[in-house]
């Protein structure tokens, strides 16, 4: 039996725990400290600050989180969004937090560590602040295979750089793989969100995360590169053959961690380049700001739907 897949995948009683903590060392702790969000069980009263989110939204970039919190205020007519909007984790310089009204927006940083940080600590504050039915959703930018730069991809399994739809960690020094399994459902819903938005490509696919940006995404440009060219095109086919149209570096460590603790997930993201023409962005400033604003809109699109049919 796979190690982390049995005991791990079967939940436990949502009526009781909606968001799932598999901790029992949480319930002997007089006080849990946030450490990296600067909150705190016994500081701050979560479940008043925050017992009223049902969708949680992150992304790397502190910036384009503050942008995003600032683009759902006005899309739900719940702020104006020239508004300036207090950083929750102003205590620290680690993460950034926004919140507006049921949304809430975080920063996780670059790559699996951090995001796994910000994962570890949100969780436990949606325990801590009783939320219940909460859908968390990414938003990024990615290196795109065969698609056409601005392309948004909605994440349908996320994989590791052979493949395999895993997170590999060790943990006490021994190899534990838990499943990345997104929710395919919601990944639907946001399709037909784009289909009728209509402004731009959007698909369903499988996304690769890579430990490297560099060599581990089969670049030429790095500071150290031991392939060919050749090399990298046909590793590069072979990850579209599997499926793969984006490459990324927190989609396993999100996928793995949404799953363990029951939390509805949905990874969106667009390409700026297609990695089988380039390594390097060749498009403009106001393009590659375009681009990045697809996911926003499509995320808030789904957001705004979902509220007016409540």
Do not use: W
Request: a negative charge; hydrophobic letters at 35%; aromatic letters at 8%.
């Amino acid at each position: 039996m796979t190690p982390g897949f049995n005991d791990e995948q079967r939940g436990g009683d949502k009526s009781l725990n909606p968001i799932y903590i598999k901790n029992p060392h949480l319930d002997l702790m007089k006080e849990d400290i946030l450490y990296h969000f600067n909150l705190g069980t016994a500081t701050h009263d979560l479940p008043a600050m925050f017992g009223d989110v049902k969708f949680v939204c992150v992304g790397g970039s502190p910036s384009r989180m503050k942008s995003f919190i600032q683009f759902i205020a006005g899309e739900l007519n719940l702020g104006n969004p020239t508004d300036e909007y207090p950083n929750i984790c102003a205590g620290t310089d680690r993460f950034s937090m926004f919140k507006v009204g049921p949304v809430l927006s975080i920063s996780h940083g670059m790559g699996v560590p951090s995001i796994s940080i910000m994962l570890h600590e949100l969780i436990k504050l949606l325990h801590h602040a009783r939320c219940i039915d909460v859908t968390v959703l990414r938003i990024g930018t990615s290196g795109g295979i065969g698609l056409k730069p601005g392309t948004v991809v909605i994440t349908r399994q996320s994989v590791d750089a052979s493949f395999v739809p895993q997170l590999e960690q060790i943990i006490l020094g021994k190899k534990v793989l838990r499943s990345t399994e997104l929710d395919d459902t919601l990944a639907e819903e946001l399709l037909q969100c784009s289909k009728q938005l209509n402004d731009f490509e959007t698909v369903i696919g499988n996304t690769m995360c890579t430990l490297d940006f560099y060599e581990g995404q089969a670049r030429l440009d790095g500071a150290f590169c031991s392939y060919t060219e050749a090399d990298k095109q046909g590793y590069l086919t072979e990850a579209y053959q599997a499926g793969v149209r984006n490459i990324e570096m927190e989609s396993t460590a999100f996928a793995a961690m949404c799953k363990l603790s029951g939390l509805q997930g949905a990874i969106v993201c667009v390409t700026l380049l297609d990695r089988l023409e380039g390594d390097q962005l060749t498009s403009s400033h106001d393009q590659l700001h375009d681009y990045q604003l697809r996911p926003q809109i499509l995320v808030g699109t789904y957001i705004k739907k979902k509220l007016n049919a409540v």
